[in-house]
């Protein structure tokens, strides 16, 4: 996004990621626009659109950053705009939202969120005979994903299975190719259920427990949906535990967290937890996994620490990640399934971490010991020369 003078020198130069980014709901294009601006204050309708400028620049707009802008978008082209310029949540132009509700158009707008400050600064360039240059790196692919299943037969094929899940996909990076590490949101629920899968892996249990890492949630839970609607084993009666976002820095109860159809299953894990004096929460909302069970009459919950502020964000890696709460998670999953008959010992006496960070730091205090004794034989020599 740049502001250009008469001269056709770039007199303004705004930076990706920290005063915009793109828009990728709605009728929203990738591609170039250049030329004059638009100013308005408020803009709900293309009517009120009265020159022909191909950029416009709004500080409020009837949409934020959602699906249901697509008509106006395409009002708004249909009126001559090439590219949209609005306000939108200041905090945090990293901030990736999720891509489920994305609806790419070859022919839509160009569609950029700034701050408030930006617009009326831009404003005031434009009000100086200046035009803008803008272009959106929106760009959308279809691709194969596959989803990762594992399970232990049960020994009673007549009872329902138990499903444990986590999604493993995340956001990827941005347009500056940083990486968004998802080490909250979902590694701690992947890495979560590979290790319950190590610790369950020598139980023989009555029924089978099926370990599933689905891929999509964030294009719109398509991996759990595909599993529900395909299940390798029937699921008729099945239980499922989600792990989406364990182990938050903050500190803060975990919510048992659901959608209609599976309440009672949710207050019945909420009570056995409580009467275990694991304090939580229950919360109803279809944005995790546990949505496309509950959608198919299936009981199901996430386990989440609900704590929102740095996923989806370059931010989201393993400093914010705290053992406790991890194994405080496990004592909860621990207690649903000494509930169900599964597992003999309580799973949290037996967990290990194995993080980057420890061994990061491991490898500190072995180059620290390595080179305190080089610097201990130097000095020994030293003596030996004096
Ligand atoms: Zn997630």
């Known amino acids: 996004l740049n502001v250009i003078n008469k001269d056709k020198k770039v007199i303004k130069k705004y930076e990706y990621g920290k005063d915009f980014k793109e828009c990728t709901y709605g009728a929203s294009s990738s591609g170039k626009a250049a030329g004059n601006a638009e100013f308005f204050d408020s803009l709900y309708s293309s009517s009120q659109i009265k020159s022909n400028s191909p950029i416009i620049i709004t500080k409020k ?17 249909n009126a001559g705009v090439k590219a949209l310029i609005y306000s939108w949540q200041e905090s945090n132009f990293r901030f990736r939202s999720p891509y489920k509700n994305q609806e790419f158009k070859d022919d839509g707008i160009i569609k950029i969120i700034t701050s408030n400050s930006i617009c009326e600064e831009i404003k005031k360039y ?35 299975p138990l499903v444990l899940s986590a999604h493993f996909d995340h956001v990827g990076f941005d347009a500056d190719g940083i990486i968004y590490p998802g080490a909250f949101d979902n590694a701690s629920g992947t890495g979560f259920l590979l290790e319950c899968a190590r610790i369950l892996k020598d139980e023989s249990p009555e029924r089978t427990i099926i370990f599933a890492a689905f891929n999509g949630e964030e294009e719109g ?7 529900v609607e395909n299940p390798p084993v029937s699921l008729k009666d ?27 299953f949710t207050s019945d894990v909420s009570k056995l937890l409580r009467s275990n004096s694991i304090e939580n929460e229950t919360l109803y909302e279809a944005n995790s996994d546990h949505a496309s069970f509950c959608e198919n009459h299936i009981n199901a919950v996430t386990f989440i620490h609900n704590d929102p502020m740095k996923i989806h964000t370059p931010e989201d890696n393993i400093d914010n990640i705290s053992e406790e709460q991890i194994e405080k998670t496990y004592n909860a999953l621990s207690t649903y399934l000494s509930s169900r008959n599964i597992g003999n010992t309580p799973v949290a006496a037996r967990i290990t971490y194995e993080t980057s960070n420890n061994n990061t730091l491991i490898s500190i205090i072995i180059i620290v010991l390595a080179s305190s004794s ?5 000095r020994k020599k030293i003596k030996k020369t004096v």
Request: with cysteine; charged share 25%; glycine share 6%.
């Open 61 to 77: 707009a009837p949409f934020g950053e959602n699906k249901d802008s697509y008509d106006f978008d395409l009002s708004l082209k």
């Open 221 to 227: 839970l398509i991996g759990s949906k595909y599993f």
């Open 126 to 160: 434009i009000n100086e005979g200046n035009i803008l240059e803008v272009s959106s790196p929106v760009q959308v692919k279809s691709t194969a994903a596959k989803n990762v299943i594992a399970k232990i037969e049960g020994k009673n094929p007549s009872l329902p």
């Open 374 to 378: 080089v610097i201990y034989i130097y």
């Open 238 to 264: 099945a239980e499922c535990i989600n792990f989406d976002m364990v182990g938050s820095k903050s500190d803060i109860p975990l919510t048992v967290l659901s959608d209609k159809g599976s309440e009672s």
